[in-house]
């Protein structure tokens, strides 16, 4: 059991320190960010004030 497991930590550390997955999961959470944020009703309330904060100076 220990083996599996100390050969699942080495794995998971080589794959985590790639750059290449390192950068999709860097994309992967700045796009769910995104999405989170536009679904949160309270964020989605800030983003509205700010957005007819602007509207209003022009």
């Keep these: 059991m220990l083996d599996t497991m100390l050969q699942a930590f080495v794995t998971l550390n080589g794959v985590a320190t790639s750059p290449f997955v390192l950068l999709i999961v860097a994309f992967a959470g ?29």
């Design 30 to 58: 700045a796009y769910l960010g995104m999405r989170v944020v536009e679904i949160v009703p309270f964020t989605r309330r800030i983003i509205e004030r700010r957005e007819a904060r602007f509207a209003n100076r022009d």
